[in-house]
């Protein structure tokens, strides 16, 4: 059996032992961002109108980024009271599947979350704010969609390495930090004059599908989730589940 067909079989069980966790995982993501694409799509208007909120766009869009790659679930949700992600790797090291094989359904945990977050967040800003599909038609919006997307991908790499290597309060002061850290970057393209923001927008607008800043950010997500993957499983040998 392949590496993939393994990590698909660990995913489906999953989901046949708590047939509710879809069905929880879906409403909560609807609830979640529902709220911050309603709350995006007013700071994206108010920002492509020229008002005063252009480093509050960015904040909230490099925020929701990093948010877009979780699955909201009661068991994630309860990763520093109970260390949920160790005592998964426990259990999934306790399998007759290699390491990879647990790695590869990391990815698929990944790519659901961000195909169902990203789907919901992105479709519903589009349906709240009338500046964005003022500024770009629908192939333009997906280029839009799809940078960002991509930015996800970026951090779900360093996600995986951080949550497979350490206990789950100190992923929570790591994580905190990767947040800063983005904001903080936010904050010095404002203090230069830029906007992550209206630079997206305006390369989506210009080159549609073929944007080069979509490609190009879309390969550094599949190039960052595939080296931090590698480098998770030298990690693994080491780690201490106990």
Request: one cysteine or more.
């Amino acid at each position: 059996m392949t590496t993939l067909k393994q990590a698909w079989v660990i995913v489906r069980s999953e989901f046949h032992g708590d047939r509710w966790k879809l069905l929880w995982a879906l409403l909560f993501s609807l609830l979640f961002m529902g709220y911050f694409a309603a709350l995006s799509g007013m700071v994206i208007d108010d920002t492509l109108t020229g008002h005063d909120k252009q480093l509050l766009s960015d904040v909230l869009m490099v925020t929701m980024m990093l948010m877009l790659t979780i699955t909201f679930s009661r068991r994630n949700m309860k990763y520093i009271s109970e260390d949920t992600y160790t005592r998964m790797l426990g259990y999934m090291r306790a399998l007759p599947v290699p390491v990879a094989a647990v790695l590869c359904k990391r990815k698929l945990d990944t790519l659901f979350a961000v195909v169902m977050n990203g789907t919901l967040y992105f479709s519903l800003i589009y349906l709240f704010s009338p500046g964005i599909r003022a500024e770009l038609p629908p192939a333009s919006y997906l280029a839009f969609a799809f940078t960002w997307i991509a930015y996800s991908l970026i951090v779900a790499g360093i996600y995986i390495i951080i949550e497979f290597s350490v206990s789950g309060v100190m992923y929570f002061w790591i994580i905190s930090s990767v947040m800063l850290l983005a904001v903080g970057v936010s904050g010095l393209v404002y203090l230069t004059g830029g906007n992550i923001l209206l630079a997206t927008v305006a390369a989506s607008r210009s080159w549609g599908l073929g944007s080069p800043l979509m490609w190009g950010a879309l390969a550094a997500g599949v190039l960052s989730m595939q080296l931090f993957c590698k480098w998770t499983i030298y990690r693994l040998k080491s780690r201490d589940l106990v």
